[in-house]
């Protein structure tokens, strides 16, 4: 994700209030929202469903926490008595039977795709879906990625959490949606909240009302994210993936000319609704693969703009050192394209 000091000073640098600013790969938000409350406009789209679900509540939340919280209770009067039922040993290990019939009557009853309220009920199950005992829905867990369903049963096992946590799951959301909602709801200062789509940026991203005077992105590096795998089990939770995880690599971008034509197509896409001269600000991995690729296809859509490169040292642990690889990372790289 984007650190939100970053994203603030660039949008406060490169853009004045009421312009737009556009993110193709806007994963979970953070510069349409800080557009949003620094009174510019936003725009953005992403096509996993897991981000776009957190970009669109975090923008446009339900208003009236009463509501959500008749809505947790709604699903949780929907359950049946075979929603209980672990498929297979990970579901019995990592979720009570109250936590899992939850999941499951959620999967049945919420239509987060269309439904404000019935998204930002989802938004706060997948939230907190897994974390660390006691924080979350799940068995002892990492909050930011499920594990593989064979390691994390072996895991529990040989660490003596072989029983998923007793959880009242709507005793629990009601609490962290009252936690929530004390602390307000964000506000535009435009007329206007930030409009978010799911999809392909290249087929998906919205129109607006004013062309974009900033990009601000941050496309998925080369051979390094996969967002199926990396969220195998929140995407299951909303019915968007299987109860086991996919390993497929198609979405690591392994293939450098698949990679180069995705990010022409949603590079193209993105021009198409900015000004000519708008600010391109790009963080790309400082790898020459990702590099080379995204500077390679911007020289040729912006041939009038001048190329700044700027480094960006990681600046706290990578999510591969919290799974055991504390190899030298080459870090992050700012292209700053000016007209």
Known sequence: MFPIPFVEEVIDRRTKPGQTVIDPFCGRGTAPFIAMVNGRRAVGCDINPVAWLYARTKTDPHPDLKEVSSRITEV???VKSEDEKPEHDFQKLAFCGNVLAFIRAAKRTLDWRESRLDRTV?????????DKLGRGLSNQMRHSRAMSPNYSVKWWKRNGYDKAPEIDPREFLTKRA???????IPLPSVTERPDVLLGDASESLPDSALPANLVLTSPPYSGVTNYRSD???????????PSKPDWSPEQ???????????????????????????TWYIRSDARAK???????????????????????????????????????????IDLIYTH
């Open 231 to 241: 969220n195998w089990l929140r995407l299951w939770a909303i019915g968007e993936g």
């Open 252 to 278: 690591k971008f392994l293939d450098i000319d698949k990679y180069v034509h995705m990010l022409r197509k949603v590079f193209e896409a993105t021009k198409a609704r900015a000004l000519d001269d708008a």
């Open 290 to 332: 990702t590099r080379d690729a995204i500077t390679s296809v911007l020289k040729e859509l912006l041939p009038d703009h001048r190329l700044k490169e700027k480094q960006a040292p990681y600046r706290s642990k990578t999510q591969t050192a919290l799974y055991g690889d504390h190899r030298p990372k080459p870090g992050e």
């Open 178 to 184: 009252q936690w929530r909602y004390a602390r307000g």
């Open 122 to 130: 989802t938004t706060l199950m997948t939230q907190h879906l897994h």
């Open 76 to 78: 949780w009067e929907s």
